[in-house]
């Protein structure tokens, strides 16, 4: 054999462990940039739906006061309604 073919028996798998190496930190580095997409995704759905809880509560907040205050009327109607019967 001579230095040609040697050369060649050690290079071509020298070659391919690195060309391996530089495909598998690729992949890994495009995992991790997929992932802190997906994270900033969904830290933005979790900014939108706090925003909306608040609204919500907001709303639930005002419902409840205008329902205290249509119970409160029905209850004055309720006993103002024997006294205009003669009861």
Same mark, same amino acid.
């Given at each position: /054999?001579?230095?040609?073919? =040697?050369? +060649?028996?050690?290079? +071509?798998?020298?070659?391919?462990?690195? #060309?391996?190496?530089?495909? =598998?930190?690729?992949?890994?580095?495009?995992?991790? +940039? %997929? /992932?802190? +997409?997906?994270?900033?995704?969904?830290?933005?759905? @979790?900014? %939108?739906?706090?925003?909306?809880?608040?609204?919500?509560? %907001? %709303? @639930? #907040?005002?419902?409840?006061?205008?329902? #205290?205050a249509l119970q409160m009327e029905l209850s004055q109607l309720r006993a103002a309604l024997p006294n205009e019967l003669g009861e």
């Amino acid at each position: /054999m001579n230095n040609y073919d =040697w050369a +060649t028996l050690f290079l +071509t798998p020298l070659c391919s462990a690195i #060309a391996w190496l530089a495909g =598998w930190r690729k992949r890994k580095n495009d995992s991790i +940039t %997929e /992932m802190q +997409t997906t994270i900033d995704t969904l830290v933005e759905k @979790n900014a %939108e739906l706090y925003l909306e809880v608040i609204k919500l509560r %907001e %709303e @639930n #907040a005002e419902l409840r006061a205008s329902v #205290a205050a249509l119970q409160m009327e029905l209850s004055q109607l309720r006993a103002a309604l024997p006294n205009e019967l003669g009861e």
